[in-house]
């Protein structure tokens, strides 16, 4: 059974700090990974991706991955209260589906 | 064009009675899958379509669910003789591939009572 496994939270943290939100997976062939941005009552949404070990930042979200580990993470700078959501990280298996973990839940406070 | 399409948002049901959700993906994107998600939760994958052929179905998913494309276009997600188990988000998302990421749909909330 592949899993994906997240810290169920709540991480809080202040405005204007950095959250880092951390992820681990136990398919080694796992070749791609997303993170989506989730709010209360809503569908998620997609932030995030990356491929390749090391880090891809856009804009305020940076993701970092290490293959070796089987980890991957998002860290977000300068956080606002907005940005107070469930974070899932999902890796797509190696046929059509894609687990999720049950998520992180962060509260930036203000 | 508006994005993953989902209706009704809302559908509250007696045990035992059938429903029926709509998608209407993305047009570009011949990948449809479906998900449920229920509380504290992620999503958790039911099926998956690429054009009108379903080509993935979770064993978890009971003969009382089932689901169609036709044509390749909209999907259809049918639940059977619904129990309280049932009640969750079903989420539908569409996509360019595997590894391109889910645009999700805003969800049909399901209560059975």
């Known amino acids: 059974q592949k899993e994906v496994e997240q810290n169920s939270g709540p991480l809080s943290v202040p405005e204007g700090a950095i959250a880092s939100l951390n992820c681990t997976y136990s398919?080694?062939?796992?070749?791609?990974f997303f993170w989506y941005r989730q709010y209360s009552g809503k569908s998620p949404e997609l932030i995030m991706f990356?491929?390749?070990?090391g880090d891809k930042e856009d804009g305020r979200f940076t993701a970092q991955l290490n293959k070796a580990s089987q980890y991957v993470s998002l860290l977000i700078r300068d956080s606002q209260p907005s940005d107070s959501a469930t974070y899932l990280c999902?890796?797509?298996?190696?046929?059509?589906?894609?687990?999720f973990g049950a998520g992180t839940r962060l509260f930036v406070k203000a | 064009d508006t994005g993953v399409s989902q209706d009704p948002r809302h559908k509250i049901t007696k045990r035992g009675q059938n429903v029926t959700f709509r998608c209407d993906p993305i047009?570009?994107?011949?990948?449809l899958y479906w998900y449920r998600q229920t509380l504290g939760q992620g999503p958790e994958f039911l099926t998956y379509?690429?054009?009108?052929?379903?080509?993935?179905k979770s064993r978890l998913l009971s003969d009382r669910f089932s689901a169609e494309r036709p044509k390749g276009s909209f999907s259809t997600l049918e639940i059977q003789r619904t129990e309280q188990g049932d009640s969750a988000m079903y989420l539908c998302?569409?996509?360019?591939?595997?590894?391109?990421?889910?645009?999700f749909g805003s969800g049909t909330r399901l209560t059975v009572v």
């Open positions: 998302a569409s996509s360019l591939g595997t590894d391109r990421g889910y645009t």
């Open positions: 398919d080694r062939g796992s070749q791609s």
């Open positions: 990356i491929y390749s070990n």
């Open positions: 999902a890796v797509p298996t190696g046929g059509f589906k894609t687990i």
């Open positions: 047009s570009e994107h011949n990948r």
């Open positions: 379509f690429q054009n009108e052929a379903q080509l993935e």
